[in-house]
């Protein structure tokens, strides 16, 4: 198992530093294919994201610069939101959990499928509370089914704050941070963290961020946008898969 978890560590950092994710949405689902249950696979998953959101965002603010003050405030929000998952997960059944990150999937599809990947509009400034408040929500609902909150954040920043794609989830990984860090504190808390499987995958990430992010910046924001959307949608066919 310890090959096959090093494997998965490679391939979620690759994606979480190409696309901007904590990684959990194609992690989740290859836990659960390789035999773990869902409250399994979101504990190692929140682990992970701990080490490849900090290394991702590391890497990121050497080439992306004016992305982090609604990054704070949206993350000082997802934190608040992360300390409540250990409570849902430990109140949800494991089929609640995988039926709630398929809607969660659906809903970020079409979201994304229906704006621009760059936006000829000037982004949009918004009040303190606003984005902190978006980030609790966010932080709350992704921590308690093993995802960094990106997948919900990239949508609302293209679309409502005029984010182009890219820069979206750089400020998305940049989120992780918090929101990962509090998931991991309260699933801990909780009882609910695999210390060994979660760095195991964890260290193994940091070589695949560092590869994604590099990969990233090469490719242009039409062809970007395409790719964001087969991951979304491959991963959605994977839960429906596992669930139904």
Same mark, same amino acid.
């Given at each position: 198992?310890?090959?096959?978890?090093?494997?998965?560590?490679?391939?979620?950092?690759?994606?979480? *530093?190409?696309?901007?994710?904590? %990684?959990? #949405?194609?992690?989740?689902?290859?836990?659960?294919?390789?035999? /773990?249950?869902?409250?399994?696979?979101?504990?190692? @998953?929140?682990?992970?994201?701990? /080490?490849? @959101?900090?290394?991702?965002?590391?890497?990121?603010?050497?080439?992306?610069?004016?992305?982090?003050?609604?990054?704070? !405030?949206? *993350? &000082?929000? %997802?934190? !608040?939101?992360?300390?409540?998952?250990?409570?849902?997960?430990?109140?949800?059944?494991?089929? +609640?959990?995988?039926?709630?990150?398929?809607?969660?999937?659906?809903?970020?599809?079409?979201?994304?499928?229906? +704006?621009?990947?760059?936006?000829?509009?000037?982004?949009?400034?918004?009040?303190?509370?606003?984005?902190? /408040?978006?980030?609790?929500?966010?932080?709350?609902?992704?921590?308690?089914?093993?995802?960094? *909150?990106?997948?919900?954040?990239?949508?609302?920043?293209?679309?409502?704050?005029?984010?182009?794609?890219?820069?979206?989830?750089? !400020?998305?990984?940049?989120?992780?941070?918090?929101?990962?860090?509090? $998931?991991?504190?309260?699933?801990?808390?909780?009882?609910? #963290?695999?210390?060994?499987?979660?760095?195991?995958?964890?260290?193994?990430? !940091? &070589?695949?961020?560092?590869?994604?992010?590099?990969?990233?910046?090469?490719?242009?924001?039409?062809?970007?946008?395409?790719?964001?959307?087969?991951?979304?949608? $491959?991963?959605?066919?994977?839960?429906?898969?596992?669930? &139904?």
């Amino acid at each position: 198992m310890i090959f096959e978890l090093l494997l998965f560590g490679l391939l979620t950092g690759f994606v979480s *530093g190409f696309f901007g994710v904590g %990684g959990g #949405m194609l992690l989740v689902p290859m836990l659960l294919m390789a035999g /773990f249950i869902m409250k399994e696979a979101i504990a190692i @998953s929140v682990m992970q994201m701990v /080490f490849s @959101s900090i290394f991702g965002s590391f890497l990121n603010s050497k080439k992306q610069s004016g992305v982090f003050v609604d990054g704070v !405030l949206i *993350g &000082i929000g %997802g934190f !608040l939101g992360g300390l409540n998952s250990g409570f849902i997960v430990s109140s949800l059944s494991n089929e +609640t959990l995988q039926y709630f990150f398929i809607i969660i999937l659906i809903a970020s599809i079409l979201k994304i499928f229906s +704006t621009p990947a760059v936006h000829d509009r000037k982004e949009k400034n918004h009040s303190k509370l606003l984005l902190i /408040f978006v980030g609790i929500i966010i932080g709350t609902i992704a921590m308690s089914i093993g995802v960094g *909150g990106s997948i919900m954040l990239t949508p609302i920043l293209v679309a409502f704050m005029n984010y182009d794609l890219k820069k979206a989830t750089t !400020l998305g990984l940049f989120f992780v941070i918090f929101s990962s860090t509090a $998931g991991f504190i309260s699933l801990s808390y909780h009882g609910h #963290m695999l210390y060994t499987q979660g760095l195991t995958v964890g260290i193994a990430s !940091l &070589i695949g961020v560092y590869f994604g992010i590099k990969i990233k910046h090469m490719i242009n924001i039409t062809s970007y946008k395409k790719y964001v959307l087969f991951l979304y949608i $491959g991963t959605l066919f994977i839960m429906i898969y596992k669930t &139904i």
